[in-house]
């Protein structure tokens, strides 16, 4: 049971290039997540999806993308990569409302 | 809106004296606590929540959180620290205010076994 994978572990990239962060599960789960982490911040979250076919925004989506077209695939796009979006990346899935979630091993992305 | 703090940037225990990591929290309504540990480059661990009952909460790794409504806590404790819990510890909300409800988590408190 793998749980959640993201791909790629590490991950550099030119101002103005774009790219996917691919996220996988193989849990069964409606809800998955995208965060991101920065130091003395926390987690926040970038965009969220209820089930397949149902994406809506976290409270920093701005300069990414997602879409939901299996219950298993959740990836997040970079449009147009900026130095801001340096960070850690982290993809999450749970199975209901009351459930706890479960991360994916992360993403670190480094924007020069 | 829901938040938590952790008020410690880093905690120092020597190995097998007691640990407490605290939390406390500010919910409109019931809260849904959760704490969550992250080794190094990896990525976050679910460790306890409380989401009714009982206000002591056991959970992996031999930890256990005390929630106390009336101090609006939610403190991580071990009764004797190891080294490799020496991790990132992250405590968070669910916040009810959305239709996902998004967990809210705080800033996170960094735990220093010594040996």
């Known amino acids: 049971n793998a749980g959640v994978t993201q791909t790629p572990k590490f991950q550099v990239l030119k101002t103005g290039q774009s790219m996917t962060l691919q996220c996988a599960q193989d849990m069964n789960h409606e809800y998955m997540s995208w965060y991101r982490q920065d130091p003395g911040m926390g987690l926040r979250l970038i965009h969220y999806s209820v089930g397949a076919g149902i994406t809506d925004q976290g409270e920093v989506p701005n300069g990414y993308n997602v879409s939901r077209s299996t219950t298993e695939d959740f990836p997040l796009r970079l449009l147009s990569a900026a130095p801001s979006q340096t960070s850690v990346y982290f993809c999450a899935s749970k199975l209901g409302e009351y459930t706890e979630a479960f991360f994916g091993q992360g993403t670190r992305l480094t924007v020069v | 809106a829901q938040s938590v703090a952790q008020p410690e940037d880093q905690v120092n225990v020597a190995e097998g004296n007691p640990l407490t990591v605290k939390c406390t929290y500010s919910?409109?309504?019931?809260?849904?606590l959760f704490w969550y540990v992250q080794y190094p480059n990896r990525g976050l661990q679910f460790l306890l929540k409380?989401?009714?009952?009982?206000?002591l909460v056991k959970g992996s790794y031999g930890f256990e959180a005390e929630f106390n409504k009336s101090q609006t806590s939610f403190h991580l404790k071990k009764p004797s620290a190891l080294v490799s819990d020496s991790a990132l510890y992250f405590c968070a909300v669910r916040d009810l205010n959305t239709g996902f409800q998004k967990l809210v988590f705080g800033t996170g408190t960094r735990l220093l076994v010594s040996p």
């Open positions: 409380y989401i009714t009952g009982d206000n």
């Open positions: 919910v409109s309504g019931n809260p849904y």
